[in-house]
């Protein structure tokens, strides 16, 4: 089966400036395409540095896909890297000139001078229209890989590589397989209680199955190759099953659902509303609730220590408790060693207090109290 590589280049990636959701759209389009994905790298906005990337990943993959670095600036360096991995000039094309005058004409710009370094692409590339922006993109073929240098702008990427390097892709390669992926959702236990539990599965070569923690979840990814998507679904199913009669209730959802929209289904199929009322979580289960503006009619966020007793009193007096059915209360203090939690949850059927504890990292606690909280509303 073929491999790719992923490389985004950018200083502006590095520093945090801006968040990288290229990559994640190009792995999940090679992914469809049954492309295996060896690696993904950023790189900043140095020729050298690109270039070393590029040249290791002839070594260990039929594709490289790069984004970003094709703007009109001094500090926009893919096409001369690329030249520089595989030690060949740029070429100036009229061809492509044309078409980045005609499209700024199409925007009502007139391109400055700066723009024809986008005419410029590594000797003998194959050049690909960018029909919605300025920068063309190009492929170099070598005897086993094929390197694709794309746009940065994601709607830009995104186009291109859905109308020409997905097709282009599929002639190269001469592509039969498919790869497809189902994530299960857990969240009540913890990911060796998981692993003890499905352990044997994760020994399976077709379909592959994998564990991914966070913080109060725990993901189970099934993925199956195949010559058709149904085949690879058949397989998922197979293995999914298994997955589900040993796992259970702690199993919440799948693929894009997340605990919060499940949580708050449940509180709405019962006909109720929803309050929160939280100390020492940051805002953290607020925020994860208030996009959701039905079932969820509001909540406080207080950084007071509060003891079980203290919490239960604060949601016995708060005027919320006259305007929701369900308000949950959450409570974390913070230790050197272990942070200690409170949960406490008020519905028309009754009262329930849960005392919790958690070790791992400080930092981590407030989203893993709010999972708590929201694993708890899912199963009221």
Known sequence: MPSAEIITIGTEILLGEIVDTNTRYLSLKLREQGIDLYRQTTV?????????????????????????????????PTRQAVAAALEIETEFREDLWAQIKDRHLRFGRTPTENNKRQAYVPRGAIAIENQVGTAPAF????????????????REMEHIMETAIIPYLHRRLDLHEVIHARVIHTAGAGESQIDNLIGDLEQLSNPTVGLAAHAGRVDVRITA??????????????????????????????DQETLEQVALRNIRSKGWTLAV???????????????DRGSFIGGEISTDPLSPEDLVRWMENHPLRQHAEVILGAALHPGKERQEIYLACHTPEGERLVPLSYGGPPGYAPIWTANQGLDLLRKI
Request: aromatic share 2%; with cysteine; net charge negative.
């Open 139 to 154: 492929i170099m073929e070598t005897k086993n890989c094929a390197i694709i240098s794309l746009p940065g702008v994601p």
């Open 277 to 291: 009322l939280e100390s020492g979580l940051k805002g953290e289960l607020v925020h994860m609730l208030a996009t």
């Open 225 to 254: 190759k195949a010559e058709t998507k149904e085949q690879a679904m058949a397989l998922i199913e197979a293995v999914e099953k298994q997955v589900v009669d040993r796992l259970g209730n702690w199993i919440y959802g799948t």
């Open 44 to 76: 900043g906005d140095n020729i050298q540095r690109i270039a070393q990337a590029i040249q290791s990943g002839l070594l260990n993959t039929n594709v490289i896909i790069t984004t970003g670095g094709l703007g009109p600036t001094i500090d926009d």
